[in-house]
């Protein structure tokens, strides 16, 4: 029953993968590899920290590019990359949620991991490489000190610790601040964990953790440099403001649940239930009640008009998160709990801190608590890892199916939430992509399907960036489109492929403009972004521009580009264009 489930999960999945086109934050994560694709990492000039992620699946990127013979298909295969990743988190999980309660609630837990699409972005991004790696470690964790261990003179070279710690050095190099997760896991572990034997295990885990992180930080510097690291913290903090805006960004989430009372008042009886279940009144009454209420929630949430967190799968991940940490705290405190369940509290309540470091480091916020968050809803749908009563074993040393009924319920309508959710929203399209549906035949987005407007659009600015018309190969894209820059056999030159200058108050933004005042960084091409939603072009932009001439308008339907060439780019005798 689990593979089919899984594996079904995983088709559907597959399917998703082919619809929607993303011009903006999907492809700002492409844009990267595509980058590198053309020019080799060395050359780059992007400054964003974001791309130590891509950074990660670089190494697949050229081989599919070897095989391909191109790079045409590229998008598609970064989501087939995602599906692969998700699904080995999902199955990390199951494998250690299985031997304490059973197969199929087991199976209901990785498939809401598996199901759930951050952002409605199926890519592998610092996000999603960030929260399956830290799903991956915690769960790994969880299976290493939930087995039986040996003496420690007979044990040999383990394989779990070591995996988890790959894992945690794949969430740190994607998404840094993750460090913060790591080092609060260990802090835990050794004030709960105070057995000799799992005293020796953590020292073990923490050598483990230590030799990863050393080994991923030596990639990055001999790939990037120190100096280059240093200059793409600093530019992305100015623009992202991790390690300021604190109070803004408080000010925004008090805003956001204010505006949304409704789902206000459901978090508010999530606290509730974490009280409840925290408490210490037992047996199968309670698991019913606490699994009635938390169903009437997850209900409350999908029933409301617009969800709060962006999309309503992360209103979700958010209000279980918090339905269960009261329990997840007493289960880690309780010293009647075996090892390996204390090791599921500690894991719930690194996972919760997660998505708290998350929402306080990221652009939006909340929003992004689901990055650090995932695995704590998961298991926020698990039974009762308390005793039954004092001087009795943990109920989950013996996992019964009976036992465990109301969790499958609530476990099975939160998954079925989730799902709906990821399978009903595609992030950047303008309209549904299965109206007039047309499928993209060539480029970086080649295989993907779309509304026949986007696809034509694609298909008639890749072909005017192609232009045999430009004195060079390097371009650059004002009013944020990412998404352009993969249309064409140019490569970037761009501090960043996401456009900063328009908002004249940003950091980054003063850098780029003083970046283009270097004429040996000005692209031989320019786009420029028509949309009535892209960002508006700053004083620098208008500046950069009035160096180039108008080559070709694209518009069809609400999309729009312009295309410029540089001024000085002039015919020879022969017609061929030279500066």
Not at 242 to 252: D, L
Not at 335 to 346: L, Q, V
Not at 557 to 571: H, I, P, S, W
Request: charged share 15%.
């Amino acid at each position: 029953m689990p593979v089919i489930v899984l594996g079904l999960c995983i088709i559907l999945l597959a399917a998703r993968l082919t619809i929607g086109v993303d011009l903006s934050d999907e492809s700002y994560y492409a844009a990267f590899i595509d980058g590198w694709l053309k020019t080799g990492i060395e050359q780059s000039h992007n400054l964003m920290l974001h791309q130590t992620a891509d950074f990660l699946v670089y190494p697949l990127a050229l081989v599919f590019r070897a095989l391909n013979g191109g790079a045409d298909g590229l998008v598609l295969f970064l989501r087939v990359l995602y599906l692969a990743i998700a699904a080995l988190a999902s199955t990390a999980l199951y494998r250690a949620v299985a031997p304490r309660y059973g197969r199929p609630m087991s199976t209901l837990v990785a498939a809401c991991a598996l199901l759930f699409v951050p952002f409605g972005l199926p890519a592998p991004s610092y996000n999603t490489i960030g929260m399956y790696s830290l799903l991956a470690a915690l769960a790994l964790f969880a299976m290493y000190f939930g087995r039986v261990a040996p003496q420690p003179e007979r044990q040999g070279l383990p394989v779990l610790p070591w995996l988890s710690a790959t894992s945690w050095a794949f969430a740190c190099v994607a998404y840094p601040t993750m460090l913060a997760p790591l080092v609060l896991l260990l802090a835990l572990g050794f004030a709960a964990l105070k057995g000799q034997t799992d005293q020796y295990m953590l020292r073990r885990y923490l050598l483990a953790c230590c030799a990863a992180l050393a080994l991923a930080a030596i990639a990055l510097e001999s790939t990037f440099g120190l100096s280059r690291l240093r200059d793409m913290v600093l530019f992305t903090n100015a623009f992202n403001g991790v390690s300021g805006g604190v109070v803004r960004k408080a000010q925004f989430a008090v805003s956001l649940f204010a505006s949304h009372p409704r789902y206000a008042i459901l978090l508010a009886c999530a606290v509730i239930v974490a009280v409840i279940r925290g408490s210490s009144f037992h047996g199968l009454n309670r698991q019913w009640l606490n699994s009635f209420a938390t169903a009437v929630i997850v209900v409350g949430v999908m029933a409301i008009d617009s969800p709060t967190l962006f999309m309503r799968s992360h209103d979700l991940v958010l209000v279980l998160s918090v339905a269960g940490v009261g329990e997840a705290f007493c289960t880690m405190l309780d010293s009647r709990n075996d090892r390996g369940a204390r090791a599921f509290g500690i894991i719930y309540l690194v996972s919760v801190a997660a998505g708290l470091t998350s929402m306080i480091t990221a652009t939006n916020g909340p929003y992004n608590f689901p990055i650090g968050g995932l695995l704590s809803a998961c298991l926020a749908l698990l039974p009762s890892a308390s005793t039954v009563a004092k001087g009795t074993r943990p109920v989950l040393s013996d996992p019964q199916i009976s036992a465990a009924k109301p969790n499958l319920f609530v476990g099975a309508i939160a998954c079925c939430a989730i799902g709906w959710s990821s399978f009903t929203f595609y992030y950047g399209q303008i309209g549904s992509p299965f109206y007039d549906m047309a499928v993209v035949r060539d480029g970086a987005f080649k295989g993907l399907r779309t509304d026949s407007q986007q696809a034509l659009f694609i298909n008639e600015l890749t072909r005017a960036i192609n232009s045999q018309g430009f004195c060079g190969n390097q371009m650059a894209v004002l009013g944020t489109g990412p998404g352009f820059y993969l249309m064409g056999a140019l490569s970037p030159s761009a501090l960043s492929t996401w456009n900063f200058s328009g908002n004249a108050e940003n950091l980054a933004a003063a850098k780029t403009a003083a970046f283009y005042n270097e004429p040996k960084n000005r692209p031989d091409v320019l786009i420029v972004n028509n949309w009535q939603w892209a960002t508006a072009l700053s004083r620098a932009d208008r500046e950069l521009l009035s160096r180039y001439s108008i080559v070709r308008r694209v518009e069809v339907g609400l999309r729009a580009a312009t295309v410029y060439r540089r001024a000085d780019c002039k015919r020879d005798a022969l017609g061929a264009p030279r500066y």
